[in-house]
């Protein structure tokens, strides 16, 4: 044979050989249904299903039908009864209250038939005579005549013949043996159960053969194809489908081996694009198209590795910010912030050099590293370059012009550190100068700057220590009455004693330069909660021990009302320490209530509930707004001391601390003025009829015994403290 012939006959025979592999799998897989639909779980459920639905419409059915059955052999058994006792009634008995059958017929009736007793009524229900057995059913009033009894282990049953049964003017209560009964039943009961078991058994099997011809094989074979796609998705080894496309199932078969081959047609298009998408994610910023931070550090790395080769002398680094960009994302939403930011970083990439890498850092976050030439050498230059840039001109979107400012911080290579992290560590650190000293600058990195850093982490740690170490003391400033004169409250500010190695002993650290610490670290949550644990106790242990029935003020911060179930603490802290839950006030101001008005008002709410006072702190410094004000459950309104102080020389703080007053007392609320400091500012704040006062005119912040010497003391007259 010539080599062309055998060549197209070695391969029609490789071609015959595969299709005999592949119709001999898919025979295989066939053929092996009928042994696999025993060990489908899906096919044990459905017939189990199945089987058990059967079995409890059948059990359903046979309940109906024992009940029918036993009243019919009732009713048969009635039948007897009647039969067995009408013919032995004399037809001519004349005397009506006289027993209408003999001795002799009764006996033989009561051996012979099912009867075992029975008693004579007449139609007006007297007892004539009785025979055999006892009977339960008793004749008494006409109601009984339709009654039955069954006794309970069914071996008698007790019924009433009435006249027309036995076309006799009499009554007859019957008792006959129904222990028979109960053997019929179970043998219907069981042939029943047999017949039920049968049937369902008969009605499973056809149904598991109908699921393997039509259901489980079509299922397998499509599992095959599936497995087999999973193991080679690029390539999968999967035969044709032998059943019917227009059927269900064969359409979803058919279905299933086109999605298969389209999947793996696919992958390998698919791979080469997330290799190129992976790359871009990885080193790019999706919203800017700009280098990420990965990106960035990685420059920065070469450029100061650049160094070593003589290429690059200094470059600067900076950081920018976007001012009070949240406020775009809160108030327009966030597709007006992404288009804002998407302009900024095409602003900055258009108008740096080649040289010069653009980076998205975060959300609002830029940074841009280039090298210094002669033109541009130093790094101030660069940041105002790019603070100029931003305030160019105003933003456009959708027909909107959005004014953006940025906070600006600069580093220089090799000045301010020749490790990348630190270069860019220092032009955060001037970054957030920038935006602690009003943001909209161009801070640049000084020693300074790292110091005060510095400075915060070391107060923190002091802090940290001053809490473990009991360095923490509460002072009380008394509460007064404007009318009265009474002491009706203190409030309670924290106090830090630091223990030094000075002349002193150590030094007071006043709360402005600490708290700020605390609220930035978080740990005003726990320094919160034990000023207000502390405070409770202490007025608890004034009432006890002095007779001080006074309320106590604590300050909440946002961090507290935000971060910490403070529902729950106030709860746990008033169970715990014994104090009445209106003798605790929280303090509260007036940017804490802004920053989710939903979650604000329930929480006052919850408080309130618990029976705590809520006041406003510091009012008329913050923005809230009266609509927002009318749903706090709030108690007191604090009028801020900066206008109680200024009230007597400048018109406008009188002019608030006026309305303040007005507003409160209109809204039924009480008002307290804070920094009350002379008794000119006392005059003036009764004569707006202010309700309490609260300043160094009466007493400043003391430890807890000054206090209470302070309270003890006091003659309750406000005249008093005049000097």
């Known amino acids: 044979m010539p080599p062309i012939s055998k060549s197209i006959s070695s391969e029609l025979s490789i071609s015959v050989k595969k299709n005999k592999h592949k119709s001999s799998d898919i025979v295989d897989n066939l053929t092996s249904a009928p042994t696999q639909i025993w060990k489908s779980r899906i096919s044990w459920r459905i017939t189990l299903a199945v089987f058990m639905t059967i079995l409890a419409v059948q059990a359903g059915i046979l309940n109906i039908t024992m009940n029918k059955f036993e009243q019919g052999r009732l009713s048969h058994l009635r039948e007897i009864g009647r039969s067995a006792i009408a013919p032995l009634m004399d037809p001519g008995a004349r005397d009506l209250l006289s027993s209408p059958m003999t001795d002799s017929g009764a006996t033989r009736l009561l051996s012979t038939t099912k009867v075992n007793g029975m008693a004579i009524y007449s139609s007006q229900l007297d007892l004539i005579k009785t025979y055999g057995e006892p009977l339960t059913l008793i004749m008494l009033e006409r109601e009984n005549l339709s009654k039955t009894y069954r006794s309970f282990d069914g071996s008698s049953y007790e019924l009433v013949f009435r006249a027309n049964d036995l076309n006799r003017p009499y009554i007859i209560v019957a008792r006959l043996d129904s222990s028979h009964i109960s053997g019929e039943l179970q043998a219907y009961v069981k042939d029943t159960i047999l017949i039920m078991l049968l049937m369902s058994a008969f009605v499973t099997t056809v149904l598991m053969i109908a699921m393997g011809k039509w259901l489980l094989e079509p299922i397998l074979f499509m599992r095959s194809n599936l497995v087999a796609a999973s193991k080679n998705p690029e390539n999968p080894k999967i035969t044709p489908s032998p059943f019917d496309p227009s059927d269900e199932i064969g359409g979803a078969i058919q279905i299933a081996q086109k999605l298969i081959q389209q999947n793996a047609d696919n992958i390998s298009h698919i791979r080469s694009a997330a290799e190129d998408k992976i790359h871009k994610l990885a080193y790019y910023d999706t919203l800017t198209g700009l280098p990420n931070r990965t990106l960035f550090l990685q420059t920065l790395v070469e450029n100061i590795s650049a160094v070593g080769d003589g290429k690059v002398e200094r470059f600067a680094v900076v950081t920018l910010d976007l001012d009070h960009f949240k406020d775009v994302n809160d108030s327009m939403g966030h597709n007006v912030g992404d288009a804002i930011l998407r302009g900024v970083g095409k602003r900055l990439r258009t108008s740096m050099p080649e040289s010069a890498t653009v980076s998205r850092m975060s959300e609002d976050e830029f940074a841009i590293t280039m090298p210094l030439s002669t033109d541009i050498n130093s790094a101030r230059d660069v940041g105002e370059k790019v603070i100029n840039v931003i305030r160019a001109e105003p933003f456009k979107v959708f027909n909107e012009k959005f004014q953006v400012r940025a906070s600006v911080g600069v580093s220089t290579f090799p000045d301010d550190g020749t490790d990348p992290d630190q270069v860019l560590k220092n032009a955060d650190i001037a970054l957030n100068r920038a935006k602690e000293e009003g943001r909209d600058t161009v801070k640049e990195y000084t020693e300074d700057f790292d110091n005060a850093v510095q400075q915060r982490f070391q107060m923190l740690r002091d802090l940290r220590d001053a809490m473990e170490s009991d360095q923490l003391d509460l002072h009380y400033q008394p509460q007064l009455d404007l009318k009265t004169g009474k002491v009706i409250g203190a409030e309670a500010l924290i106090r830090w004693w630091k223990p030094d190695?000075?002349?002193?002993?150590?030094?007071?650290?006043?709360?402005?330069?600490?708290?700020?610490?605390?609220?930035?670290?978080?740990?005003?949550?726990?320094?919160?909660?034990?000023?207000?644990?502390?405070?409770?106790?202490?007025?608890?242990?004034?009432?006890?021990?002095?007779?001080?029935?006074?309320?106590?003020?604590?300050?909440?911060?946002?961090?507290?009302?935000?971060?910490?179930?403070?529902?729950?603490?106030?709860?746990?802290?008033?169970?715990?320490?014994?104090?009445?839950?209106?003798?605790?006030?929280?303090?509260?101001?007036?940017?804490?209530?802004?920053?989710?008005?939903?979650?604000?008002?329930?929480?006052?709410?919850?408080?309130?509930?618990?029976?705590?006072?809520?006041?406003?702190?510091?009012?008329?410094?913050?923005?809230?707004?009266?609509?927002?004000?009318?749903?706090?459950?709030?108690?007191?309104?604090?009028?801020?001391?900066?206008?109680?102080?200024?009230?007597?020389?400048?018109?406008?703080?009188?002019?608030?601390?006026?309305?303040?007053?007005?507003?409160g007392h209109s809204l039924n609320l009480k008002v307290i003025a804070e920094g009350v400091e002379t008794k000119e500012h006392e005059i003036f704040l009764v004569k707006e009829e202010c309700d309490e006062v609260q300043g160094y005119r009466y007493a400043r912040p003391c430890p807890n015994e000054d206090f209470i010497k302070f309270v003890t003391g006091y003659n309750g007259k406000l005249g008093s403290f005049d000097k």
């Open 501 to 663: 190695n000075s002349k002193e002993g150590g030094v007071f650290i006043p709360p402005f330069e600490f708290i700020p610490v605390a609220e930035q670290s978080g740990l005003i949550v726990p320094i919160g909660e034990w000023v207000m644990r502390t405070a409770c106790e202490s007025a608890v242990g004034w009432k006890e021990k002095h007779g001080f029935d006074i309320r106590i003020a604590v300050n909440v911060s946002a961090n507290q009302f935000s971060q910490s179930d403070i529902c729950a603490f106030v709860q746990k802290t008033i169970s715990e320490t014994g104090i009445r839950p209106n003798h605790l006030e929280l303090e509260v101001t007036e940017s804490v209530f802004m920053a989710d008005i939903d979650h604000t008002v329930q929480t006052l709410k919850e408080l309130h509930a618990i029976g705590v006072e809520l006041a406003i702190d510091d009012f008329g410094t913050g923005y809230s707004s009266l609509s927002y004000l009318r749903q706090f459950p709030i108690d007191r309104l604090k009028i801020d001391q900066s206008f109680i102080r200024n009230a007597l020389n400048n018109p406008d703080d009188a002019a608030i601390a006026r309305t303040i007053v007005s507003l």
